[in-house]
């Protein structure tokens, strides 16, 4: 079924980077997109990042476009979030999450997550 | 950027109730919809994907439905495990893949 694991969270003051990290085990990472979704306190779930299989297709939300960049290692199983100048609405629980879907025909079709970490927390102050 | 409004917001049911949720789409996404369930500090579990197809291991309790633009998600049966909050999700066409604003179901 496969298992994903988050660190890299904490407390960080505004304007900071951090660095997420997402270990993925019990499936083959190479052969799944994989996103990131995060959830601020008390509110709902914001799609925030997707890259697929191989690192060739990468999409952001608006909310953090141009601060925030998604990234995979294939070699390590592990998939990233640089998050560069950080705001307190960015304080939220990030959870990784295998992405289902398909490229062909030049692109890539994303329909959703299947499988989910249990996030780490961020928080900006 | 599609918008997807759910509603309600939150409900409250006795056990063994019917609950209907309802999810509508800003422009047509076929049937390009997915449902979650996030129970309480834990996080959220694929439950229906493509509308009405119910993910391996779930329920059959749980269903859904619709396309276009207006979906609805059902529990025929509310148990006490079903304490949650639920999201729509549509994956039409490019990203964001956006959700709903969650419907937050509690026990009467």
């Known amino acids: 079924q496969g298992q ?15 660095r997420l990290s997402c270990a993925a085990s019990g499936f083959t990472f190479t052969n799944y997109a994989m996103h990131w979704v995060r959830q601020a306190p008390g509110k709902g779930l914001e799609w925030v990042a997707v890259t697929s299989y ?40 990030y959870y990784c999450a295998r992405g289902r879907g398909y490229c062909g025909g030049g692109r890539c079709y994303f329909y959703g997550m299947d499988v989910w970490g249990q996030g780490t927390t961020v928080t900006v102050s | 950027d599609i918008q997807m409004t759910q509603s309600p917001s939150s409900l409250s049911a006795s056990v063994g109730d019917r609950v209907t949720i309802t999810c509508q789409a800003s422009q047509d996404i076929s049937n390009y919809l997915n ?31 619709g396309s276009g ?21 549509h994956y039409h066409n490019l990203p964001p893949l956006t959700f709903g604003g969650g419907t937050k179901v509690e026990i009467k």
């Open chain 1, 4 to 18: 994903l694991e988050e660190s890299g969270g904490g407390v960080v003051q505004p304007g900071r980077s951090l």
């Open chain 1, 54 to 93: 191989d690192g060739s297709n990468r999409y952001l939300a608006d909310s953090v476009k141009g601060r925030f960049t998604i990234s995979r290692d294939n070699s390590e199983n592990t998939l990233y979030l640089q998050m560069n100048s950080l705001r307190a609405d960015d304080t939220a629980v």
């Open chain 2, 35 to 65: 449902w979650y369930q996030q129970k309480p500090g834990k996080a959220p579990k694929l439950l229906i994907y493509d509308a009405s197809n119910l993910e391996t291991g779930v329920p059959s309790r749980f269903s859904g439905s």
């Open chain 2, 69 to 89: 633009t207006d979906f609805s998600f059902t529990i025929g049966s509310l148990q006490p495990e079903d304490i949650a909050t639920y999201y729509c999700q």
